[in-house]
């Protein structure tokens, strides 16, 4: 298969759109159609919703090598970079994940103390404290309880909000804007408004911090802009990034990590019944190999022509990389689709590789480890209070989950 491809009409219609729909009744495994294209091969074609068909890596060791390889360029301004949607705005909007280094570099070091193991290990009391107190809530309410609302949502909404220094108080704002920013089917209007209502609201807080700073991580940016480091502007769109990565895919890890773990009672209870935190660890990684929350793949641009397995990606063309059958290659995990918290996943790729993996990953695992240690062990009896069938998942976002999970106990 090659770049020829894109030039017949008969092949080209017979490219798969990319991402491809759900299997309703596998609702924790990849597109069949992924699936199939792993096993054909490394490199597969795809199409997007403007026509043009990047390359899929499909398989494991393929995605490692290539998303540390400096010929791929993360800059979403480059010719042949495969949008998820049309660019709208200037390149003063783009975020420093979409960029190359040394700019990127330069960036990400502004936030980069906050998310160290040793800062995130020292938050663990505080994590706990905002777990206990919402368990104590649910326990203490009526049931059942929607455990999206109740528990998985406002858990890392207050713990990112407590680190940025914003106001929980404005949470439905932001998760409202959030989610039209994720939303798959969202119009390029209505995503632009959502993220201009979102990089408003940061600068007016930017503002605030520049008048008087605290100890959180806004008012260290404002220190850099104060220093003449950063522009507000970079120092606000940075903002728009953390509080929206920062709360949406822990969110759902949650959410749909309880009801995977519902649907497997024995896993279940391997984790709730177990006082040994490594396991616990294990049980992190193993559930973020399996689920896969991000389901628009890391994508990237060829600088120079690549050779993969006797295939070529030429300079200038569009890669993508599903990490949710990077996941479940067998040759990288064996017996891929079966969940074992026992296995040791610490490899996968949820959060990527190389020099743009996830800045937060620190920060979402011990979340994770807070609350699967904690939830499952408080609530034994936790069940779902409807039939699985009816759990409303969340098909139409760049960020997988469901909308609502029904408990009780």
Not at 80 to 85: D, E, I, S
Request: aromatic share 6%.
């Amino acid at each position: 298969m090659t770049s020829t491809v894109e030039n017949s009409t008969e092949d080209a219609a017979a490219i798969p759109e990319y991402p491809m729909a759900r299997d309703a009744k596998c609702p924790f495994d990849p597109p069949p159609t992924l699936r199939d294209l792993q096993q054909e091969g490394p490199l597969a074609k795809v199409r997007l919703w403007d026509g043009s068909t990047p390359w899929l890596v499909t398989r494991y060791a393929d995605q490692r090598a290539l998303l540390a390889d400096p010929r791929m360029s993360a800059d979403i301004t480059k010719p042949g970079y495969p949008k998820q949607a049309p660019l709208s705005g200037d390149s003063s909007s783009v975020s420093f994940i979409l960029m190359d280094d040394p700019e990127h570099a330069r960036l990400r070091r502004m936030v980069t103390a906050p998310f160290t193991v040793k800062r995130v290990r020292a938050m663990r009391p505080a994590i706990q404290g905002i777990v206990d107190r919402l368990i104590d809530d649910m326990l203490a309410g009526p049931k059942p309880v929607d455990l999206v609302e109740a528990f998985a949502l406002p858990v890392p909404s207050l713990v990112i909000c407590e680190l940025l220094g914003v106001p929980y108080s404005d949470h439905d704002f932001f998760q409202d804007n959030s989610k039209t920013v994720i939303k798959r089917d969202a119009s390029p209007e209505q995503r632009m408004a959502a993220l201009g209502e979102l990089g408003a609201y940061l600068h007016r807080l930017m503002d605030d911090k520049l008048a008087e700073p605290g100890e959180d991580l806004l008012s260290g940016l404002a220190g850099r802009v104060k220093a003449g480091e950063l522009t507000k502007n970079e120092a606000a769109q940075m903002g728009v990034l953390l509080l929206i990565a920062g709360h949406e895919t822990t969110a759902n890890m949650i959410a749909l990590g309880t009801l995977a773990l519902l649907e497997h009672p024995d896993q279940l209870a391997l984790l709730r019944d177990t006082d040994d935190p490594a396991l616990v660890d294990s049980a992190v990684e193993e559930l973020l190999r399996y689920l896969h929350i991000t389901h628009n793949g890391r994508r990237r641009v060829a600088l120079e022509d690549i050779k993969i397995d006797g295939q070529v990606i030429r300079a200038g063309e569009g890669v993508i990389f599903p990490n949710d059958i990077g996941n479940r290659d067998p040759e990288a995990f064996p017996d891929p689709d079966r969940l074992d918290l026992r296995r040791d996943a610490r490899h996968h790729v949820a959060f990527g590789f190389g020099v743009h993996q996830c800045l937060g990953q620190p920060l979402a695992r011990l979340e994770l480890n807070i609350v699967y240690s904690t939830l499952y062990r408080r609530i034994p009896t936790l069940r779902l209070a409807t039939e699985f069938d009816n759990i409303p998942f969340k098909h139409d976002g760049s960020v997988y989950g469901v909308y609502e999970l029904p408990v009780t106990w």
